[in-house]
């Protein structure tokens, strides 16, 4: 497919218009900084992912103690970042599959993240396995997300075949 690369390069669909007035211009910008963005948010959800997988087969709780806050973080940066990839992607309306899927897992990642902050508050404070159980849930469902959309978002920006041995 000679054509796909030069078609998902967001900056070159652009390059050919003329000049924008600042708010258009201002609005692509901060487009920009989405692939900058996203990935702050997806090593920290995935830190705290296998922080809480080692705790639970190692049996070492004290390995959880810094995921409160890497979970809150995580959480926080995902919605600025999906704030910047709705600024890069545009209004929806004319994206293709992987576009599509792309900008609503982004979005649903941030709202599981905030999720997952929520659970690990709840479980933190008032201890129990029902708690711990959503949490990890929510968690584990979180990681699983930001690892297809991270597949997502490189099919985006360097092609289809951008994993091909």
Known sequence: MPGMAA??????MMADEGPKPMPQRLYRWLGAM????????????LVAALLEIAALTLRRPVLTQGTRVIIALAAISAVGAVALGWFAMGMPGRDDATHASHRWLGTSIAALGLLSWWAKEHWVRRPGPGRERVYIGLLTLTAVAVVINGLLGGMLTHGVRHLMF
């Open 34 to 45: 989405h692939p900058a963005a996203v990935h702050f948010p997806i090593a920290l959800f």
């Open 7 to 12: 078609d998902m390069d967001h900056g070159a």
